[in-house]
């Protein structure tokens, strides 16, 4: 399985202000997904970072609040732009591998906005 | 449209008894199943997968899950409950021709010793 590392793994942040989340896998991935979660609650997936084009983003997620990167096969970042307390949530990278099924996860990145 | 339901909130079983935890599905095409366990303030882990083959597929931590066709489930079991077992179960599917996961919301295990 692939090793995920995402930063930072918590941030408190003032609202107005944006937060970069880097995550890292240690091997080359076809796919890279990014997801919200409350915490205890189900998760949301926010877009599909694309390698070398722009991401895919689900409904009610737009680029300029949550630009993603992706330059290659093993690094993407999700930005969180101008923040507001309810953008307070956990984010977590996901990946799948090649041809195989299963998505691997990130530990996620706690981000409280005040 | 596809959709993934956990009808239960919470599951509270005592240590050493059975578990089971529910899930029941509907896609379009052939579907692909997962469970993925989270234990507080941590990522979620992957537990296993149906994807073909035999209906009853084991995974990690002595967790087991059976597929069921006719009845749209896929439902989490474990013969012996253990206390570290207490955390929070997501079951997922996609269909084979799209990569992206729907889930369901989650169950909350509590394993009383």
């Known amino acids: 399985s692939a090793v995920i590392s995402q930063k930072p793994s918590r941030d408190i942040c003032q609202r107005g202000t944006s937060l970069t989340i880097q995550c890292q896998v240690d091997s080359q991935v076809t796919m890279m997904f990014w997801y919200r979660q409350q915490p205890g609650q189900s998760l949301t997936l926010i877009a599909t970072a694309n390698q070398g084009s722009e991401a895919t983003y689900e409904s009610g997620f737009v680029i300029d609040k949550f630009p993603i990167s992706r330059p290659n096969l093993t690094f993407s970042t999700l930005t969180v732009s101008n923040m507001s307390p309810e953008d307070s949530s956990i984010y977590l990278c996901s990946v799948i591998q090649g041809f195989g099924t299963e998505a691997f996860f990130g530990q996620g990145t706690r981000l409280t906005v005040v | 449209a596809q959709s993934v339901a956990q009808p239960e909130d919470q599951v509270n079983v005592a240590e050493g008894n059975p578990l089971t935890v529910k899930c029941t599905y509907s896609?379009?095409?052939?579907?692909?199943l997962f469970w993925y366990v989270q234990y507080p303030n941590r990522g979620l882990q992957f537990l296993l997968k149906?994807?073909?083959?035999d209906n009853l597929v084991k995974g990690s931590y002595g967790f087991e899950a059976e597929f069921n066709k006719s009845q749209t489930s896929f439902h989490l079991k474990k013969p012996s409950a253990l206390v570290s077992d207490s955390a929070l179960y997501f079951c997922a599917v996609r269909d084979g021709g799209n990569r992206k996961l729907i889930w369901g919301l989650g169950t909350s295990l509590a394993v009383n010793p």
């Open positions: 149906y994807i073909t083959g």
């Open positions: 896609v379009s095409g052939n579907p692909y």
